[in-house]
């Protein structure tokens, strides 16, 4: 069985500071691990994935997260947060032989000026 | 190249009544999946299709059902509407799905479902 849980449902950053959005992971499989952002009445758009290649996974916008198998997480991080990256945040796993993706509760992000 | 495109974008339903999303996904891409998405329970999963067969389904009941086209598109029917049901319904579409679960989903914005 797959589950997924992110750790902080709020997260509140001043602008230029480091952001730490936690995620937690079981699988069965081997995992293949996302995350995605969406931002008010938009749909959600992927930030960046990890399929086994390499353990730190670099994605758009500045946004990176680590694979660490021996603590099962995979926590997104960004050097310095601007107000733009204001938005909620799923991490979602997904697992070989399943077609279905299982995604967090969703952590949101405040970036306060 | 058009993003995946939900209609309508918005539906105001009674209890009782029953309702249709439609979904049409990028251009190429053969898998649809159909998500729910609530303040309450987060996004969670109602069923995948592929080439016209669904692969996949969640828990949710009998009253939620879908099917696929062979253009792809894809629609979801929702009979005898609940109060419960109010929810943002995002379809995603899918490139060249594999067993590996590492495909990268493309969202639509949504339909919001408002049942009264």
């Known amino acids: 069985a797959q589950s997924v849980t992110q750790l902080d449902s709020h997260v509140s950053v001043s602008e230029g500071t480091p952001v730490l959005l936690r995620c937690n992971y079981s699988?069965?499989?081997?995992?293949?691990l996302f995350w995605y952002v969406q931002h008010p009445n938009k749909g959600l758009q992927l930030l960046l994935k990890y399929t086994s290649a390499a353990t730190l996974v670099k994605g758009i916008n500045g946004f990176e997260a680590e694979f660490k198998k021996s603590e099962t997480s995979f926590h997104l991080t960004k050097p310095s947060a601007h107000m733009s990256d204001a938005a909620e945040y799923f991490c979602?796993?997904?697992?070989?032989?399943?077609?279905?993706?299982?995604f967090g509760t969703g952590t949101r992000l405040k970036v306060l000026a | 190249k058009a993003g995946v495109t939900q209609t309508p974008r918005y539906l105001i339903k009674t209890r009782g009544q029953q309702v249709t999303l439609s979904c049409s996904p990028i251009?190429?891409?053969?898998?649809v999946s159909w998500y729910q998405q609530t303040p309450g329970q987060g996004l969670q999963f109602l069923f995948e299709?592929?080439?016209?067969?669904?692969?996949n389904k969640g828990n949710f009941p009998g009253r939620f059902s879908g099917r696929q086209f062979s253009n792809s598109r894809s629609e979801m029917n929702v009979s005898t509407l609940e109060l419960g049901d109010s929810a943002l319904y995002l379809c995603?579409?899918?490139?060249?799905?594999?067993?590996?679960?590492?495909?990268?989903?493309?969202f639509g914005s949504g339909t919001q479902l408002s049942v009264l």
């Open positions: 995603a579409s899918s490139l060249n799905p594999t067993a590996g679960g590492g495909e990268k989903l493309f």
């Open positions: 979602v796993v997904s697992s070989s032989g399943t077609y279905k993706y299982i």
């Open positions: 251009s190429g891409h053969r898998s």
């Open positions: 699988s069965s499989y081997s995992p293949s």
């Open positions: 299709y592929f080439s016209e067969t669904q692969r």
